[in-house]
């Protein structure tokens, strides 16, 4: 079993910067490939980053364009998600996830509660 839990998120103005961490227990993460979801308000869940479990493969959703760089530390058990030069439409809850690093969320196996993110225009 892997319990994530994520943190860093909050509100921050368009233009901002934030940086998720994804911390994990139970065993340790460099077994596994990690991914980042999010699922904005009335809206479903939606791919936005994914690395693998040497951290030296990524890969991200359309919509992220340069703004946003998914990293790995296995030393430390912890997932990043540093994301620059937010929009308003990036307001959503996100959340990690372990398992294959694809961008499907039903291949994942273990997922966090969410952090919130909210961007103020």
């Known amino acids: 079993q892997v319990q994530l839990v994520e943190s860093g998120g909050g509100l921050v103005q368009a233009g901002g910067s934030l940086r998720l961490s994804c911390e994990a227990s139970g065993r340790t993460l460099s077994s596994y490939g990690m991914g980042w979801f999010r699922q904005g308000p009335g809206k479903e869940r939606e791919f936005v980053a994914a690395i693998n479990w040497r951290g030296d493969m990524t890969y991200y959703g359309d919509f992220v364009k340069g703004r946003f760089t998914i990293s790995r530390d296995n030393a430390k058990n912890v997932v990043y998600l540093q994301m620059n030069s937010l929009k308003p439409e990036d307001t959503a809850v996100y959340y990690c996830?372990?398992?294959?690093?694809?961008?499907?969320?039903?291949?994942?196996?273990?997922w966090g509660q969410g952090t919130q993110v909210t961007v103020s225009s």
């Open positions: 996830a372990a398992g294959p690093w694809g961008s499907r969320a039903d291949e994942y196996h273990y």
